[in-house]
DNA sequence: TATGAATGAGGATTCATTCAT
DNA sequence: CATGAATGAATCCTCATTCAT
């Protein structure tokens, strides 16, 4: 795990407070413009203008334009962690559980689809500390389908072979991220509603397939 | 279809058998470079260095610098036809093709992960026609799935309801594409073989189970 | 008129006493350069060496090289206006006071040949609305004339049918800037005020002469 | 005089007549580009290609591209004084010959005006000898009107001082060119006839008065 | 002679970053 | 803390000229 901590960027700023608001700012106006324009053709100017504040007053919250994706990668997991949390409650059984959670995560999915294009497109350009920290976020969420799993194997609502958890859990978060990544295939043939149903089906047919 | 056929890049130089020589100099250097420097970040002096010619020759074969993006985006879909082309047998019953098509698709991917993400990652620099004209090649790989499908369903080896069939071929696209993107979590956990028997076996359960 | 109003070319700085004075050494940098190489041979690096600061900050300061032939142009037009003002005084009569006129005029020549000059041989590198606005204002010197010749109309000093007035004035202009174009064949031959002397002889006489 | 002899280009192609049609050739073509893009933004491609030939050949038959504009300058001169020659025709006085020459010149200025205007704004790009010679051709226009001069004061029918006739020769050449020079200007309220009806009795009237 | 592919110096412009005020 | 003018390395692209075929 050595490197995948939370990176701290350094700061001429001493008030705590003033650093998080100041940074809210630069990532709500970072995240629009490269979603518009990519992290490469967007320039520090605009990001500092559109943040409402000067270039110096910028670099007095960043060291360098690569902190800024960093800054907003890690907000948009962060976002993608909140409304996964939010949305999920705990069912009755496993199964349950895990099929809101699919139907939870393909809408936060739909909403947030260009940021997380945006984290799959510039990821690249992060520097290798922060890239790893970013992926390990990625992970996290992983997890989160991960835990649904076990639970649904203890109280017999999932039929899984342990060993399989891994990879249910990934295919869980690829059929999500592909209603993101191949959006414009998916959406000629099916609303999120036919997809998110008949993807869950698909999955949780053999996982609560009952062979009598 | 409007303004999504080939691109023609236009030429200073006459010779056509010369400029299909130095484009695929071009491609060559440029595949490397882009991978494993991003789009942005690599010049075109490399690239004309790597080609192993002058800047001023480069620029005998190409307009701009994104030409040789769309250039490398074309030779990669070319590449994946082909091998796909190569690898894939008629077999006996639309069931066995598709199985093995799957295998086929996911060994492709396999070899040419770094290209796979490339284009994801760099089409968003593409000129709007190019970029179309890429998208639409990609669409072309569905399709190999799509037909298999189709016969399958005729020969009665496959159960799928007709309107399903893009949404299997797209998730069979997928769960390769994701080999790709998700490779440093997936290999974690799981051998290429292994990963596609489990996803095979997901997808063709349903295609095949006899209800009795 | 539509499109020959002053141009006013975008900056990226903001104090405006700044940009007068950035933009007052640039044009006293790219005179002589223009002058002694011409403008294509001029490099934008030269204009920001000879004003005395770097090519990043002339940039700040213009948004291309064709705007500092503008400024330049613009300048000496200026400068041309303000020469002729200065030197202007109303005499008793409107004959008298167009003798003076012209001898200003073709003093003013004199002293700003080359600037004349580098007008006339790269205007036509200026896009096409900054060309009329810089047309407009060569005009607006022979206007002058045209205003003093009425004077002696009106007065009685001079008898010049009215519809030649344009063509008069014109004359004067071309006389004075005929001592820039010709000089290396006029000089050889005549002092410039000879040159004056025989010119305004030959225009005058016609304009004053009383037929009795 | 030293320098101002017709310079011989270097070539590297030994039939005389072939180097004459070539760059008979290359001076139609060029003499069009430079009018419409100006000598800098013409590029040797393509003044090649509108001569109807490579750009391999094109360096046959001048060793630059400078060579261009100055074999273009004297051919104009050429034209110039070919259409003079043919337009001019001995009168009984030298008065009339004179006022003849006089509207055969502004005429030949009318038709040439672009070509007039091209060497005005390039001449300053050719190297010094060259340079020389193209303005050595000058005066020898301005030769002509001298020689009408001198003619119309042996015979009587001009009174000029003879100090005054390169003044007034020049003056004939001035007026001429200015009909080319500030044609945006003189157009709006002049045609070619009223301009040179009202500049010969300009300046014939001094050189025609009998002071009785 | 004619061709046209190859060359690479050179030029305009951009933009991340710094630092004096 | 905030500002924004200054910097100059870096980048894309052009084009006159050469030379092997």
Redesign the interface.
Known sequence: MRGAGKKSIPTLVKDPQLIARRREQIVQAAVDLFISK?F?KTTTREIAHSSGFSIGTLYEYIESKEDVLYLVCDHIHGELEKRMQEALVESQTGADTLRQAIRVFAHVMEQMDDQVLLI??EI??LPNEPMKYV?RR??AI?EIFERILQKGIADGSLQVDPK?V??MA??I???G??WV??R???RK??TLEE?IE??TN??L??LTHHHS
Request: glycine share 2%; net charge neutral; charged share 25%.
């Open positions: 990519g490469h799959y497109q690249k350009s992926l990625e992970e992983t399989d891994k990879l990934q295919n978060i690829i059929l991220e592909m990544f191949r414009w295939a998916l043939h099916y997809y008949a993807q698909l999955l047919q053999r």
